[in-house]
């Protein structure tokens, strides 16, 4: 039969299913395990700069600042804005120039955007600020899960991707308690939260510059045309030390042909219900802890207890925010 009959759909390349089953069935190595480092890095710096809003919320309620409620909206809000066009755009820059292209300039343009907000001169300038690191921030982690879903063994991505983000879910906690330390001390006259933006901006530049070393996704590759590049990118996985032993060839490696993806319904009861996750949960995840610093200090409460209190809810605030990810990670594996 026709495989290019409307029964059945092909990829756009079919140079693509030969490199990808190669980097399904390949043991887990050193390098596969360098990738997930660095990419939690990646996945912490970010979250920690989302995470900022929620210390912003206090500090900028208490002495010396207490800014207007207006302006405190603004502020924290700024950084949402910009993550709405910064997811949006992430797929179609890393289609047309790479994953790991987009990457590197995303936590570039963070790095930058993080010092700007660090030497912010007033409210106006820390607003449009966050809203630039806004694009980086919403683009990081729907290309990270990308990148991974490229580069990770099939019958371990799953577990690789949970574990880069759970690994990240600990970076925002470590720097809401860092902030709460450095408050009262102010090396070099610097202000608690201004440091975290600086570390922050050296942290995404370290890891900007650590994945430009890594090899582009040979999947991408691949469905560019690249096919050279491709199985450069592909030895070097082949070539690393291996972790585990060599993983059980898929079935579509042995039966018919791997091109073929056959036409089934768009499950849109699935969809609509994941949908309603995704919409609904930043209302208890997000907003909730966010406005949580700037009552607190209303409340009468000292900026240390605030912070501490903010901190405190991460551990909560993460799984619920990772929870439709790995419902989506689960199903996506079961069903290969």
Sequence with gaps: MDLRTPAARTLPQSAAAPVGIGMDVLPLTALHLVVVV????????????VALGNVLSAVF???????????????????????????????????????RTVLVAVLLLLATTSIAAAASRGIEELIVARMASGLALGAYPPLIIAFLTDLMP???????????????????MAMIFLVRWLT?????????????????S????????????????????SAKGRAAEAEAALARFRHARPIGAAECPLPAASGASPERIEDTPFDWPRFSRLGFIYFAAPWATVAFPVLMGAVLIERGFKLSDSLFYVASRWPARSS?????????????????
């Excluded at 066009?85 to 820059?93: C, D, M, N, V």
């Excluded at 099939?154 to 925002?172: E, N, Q, W, Y």
């Excluded at 009262?184 to 922050?200: D, H, N, S, T, V």
């Excluded at 990772?322 to 290969?336: L, Q, V």
Aim: positive net charge; hydrophobic residues 50%; aromatic residues 12%.
């Design 61 to 99: 309620s208490a002495p010396p600042y207490s800014v207007a409620p207006g302006e405190l909206s603004l502020l924290l809000s700024a950084m949402y804005v910009g993550a709405i066009p910064g997811a949006l755009s992430a797929g179609w820059f890393a289609d047309r120039f790479g994953r």
């Design 202 to 221: 050296a942290g995404s530049l370290v890891v900007a510059i650590a994945f430009f070393y890594l090899p582009e996704s040979p999947r991408w590759l």
């Design 154 to 172: 099939a019958r371990r991505r799953g577990l690789l991707i949970m574990t880069v983000s759970g690994l990240a879910a600990t970076g925002p």
């Design 184 to 200: 009262p001390i102010e090396p070099l006259g610097i202000e608690a939260w201004r440091w975290a933006f600086l570390l922050g």
């Design 320 to 336: 619920p925010a990772f929870s439709p990810a790995s419902t989506s990670i689960g199903s996506s594996g079961a069903r290969r």
């Design 38 to 49: 660095i990419a939690a890095f990646g996945f912490a710096f970010d979250m920690m700069e």
